[in-house]
């Protein structure tokens, strides 16, 4: 196994990143990854507007894949997650969807203890590790980490969570596959711009694909298949994670247009994953077992 310090932080996925580490494809790597506010925030008395924007979403990397080429597919197995024991939010005026709404700046720590993260004393949920911002070095000009696009970024999508593959379209040699931005607990929307967001480390196994790149994440679960794909509002996001879906699927099954389309319509469920990175990113779920006499795969 091979680690990665948070140390090695950029800011920006893009082409001209030195590589921090390089792998052969199979190879497992732990990612030590800083929270989205690069660990400034500690306790309720520090708020948003006293950290250093210039260092919001880090992400560690990247990891440069030997034999990875353009058009390739970059094969990520998430082995675990693990997070640290507290886990922080913000609410913040005139951020996220619901930014009119919050008059006063907060700070909100949250200990996760014994599997749960505890909002308040009534309060608890289950915590669900995950990964918000993970993915490639993008086509053409670098993307800050905040945003996410076809090479993957900052996608918030709450099902990337150890025990699932993502499939990522590789623009340049290596790839360089970034990971930051983990969340201990997250509602789809992600409305005010923050998960319960921890440091931590994700521990990965990177694979080569040659070729077949549906030139969009693509996320691999026990029971679903989920497209992903981000645009710059709710109706072209939902229009392209359609085509790219009808494009997967498709591309895969001996069923005609209107079959697919029909299929799309009763069996795949369009979700949102977040709604403020600032382009929304939706998913369509595709449920494997639905499919599961065509053995539907990816590859
Ligand atoms: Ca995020
Ligand atoms: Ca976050």
């Not at 209107?258 to 469920?269: F, G, H, T």
Request: aromatic share 6%.
């Amino acid at each position: 196994m091979k680690k990665i310090t948070a140390d090695n932080t950029i800011f920006a996925m893009g082409k001209d990143n030195p590589p921090a580490l390089e792998v052969d494809p199979g190879e497992i790597i732990e990612f030590s990854t800083k929270d989205c506010f690069s660990n400034q925030i500690q306790s309720c008395e520090e708020l948003f507007e006293s950290a250093d924007w210039a260092t919001i979403n880090p992400a560690t990397g990247p990891v440069f894949v030997k034999g990875t080429e353009p058009s390739d597919t970059l094969v990520v197995d998430i082995l675990d997650i693990t997070l640290a024991d507290q886990g922080v939010m913000v609410a913040v005026p005139e951020m996220g969807a619901l930014g009119d709404k919050i008059e006063e700046s907060e700070t909100k720590i949250i200990p996760l203890e014994n599997g749960y993260a505890r909002f308040n004393e009534k309060i608890s949920l289950p915590v669900k590790p995950m990964i918000g911002v993970i993915g490639t070095a993008p086509f053409g000009e670098e993307i800050p980490n905040g945003t996410p696009g076809d090479h993957g970024g900052n996608m918030d999508t709450k099902h990337i969570v150890k025990g699932t593959r993502l499939y990522l379209p590789v623009f340049h040699p290596g790839g360089l596959l970034a990971i930051g931005d983990m969340h201990a607990v997250m509602g789809d929307g992600e409305v005010i711009i923050c998960g319960v967001e921890a440091p931590g480390k994700a521990l990965v196994k990177v694979d080569v694909i040659k070729g077949k790149t549906l030139n969009t994440p693509v996320l691999d679960t026990p029971d679903h298949f989920y497209v992903i794909a981000s645009e710059k509002d709710l109706n072209s996001s939902a229009s392209k994670t359609l085509d790219k879906t009808y494009e997967f699927l498709s591309e895969r099954l001996p069923l005609s247009t209107n079959e697919v389309c029909m299929l799309m319509s009763i069996a795949c469920d369009l979700q949102i994953s977040q709604v403020v990175d600032p382009l929304i990113t939706c998913r369509m779920a595709i449920p494997k077992n639905t499919f599961a006499l065509y053995s539907l795969s990816f590859a």
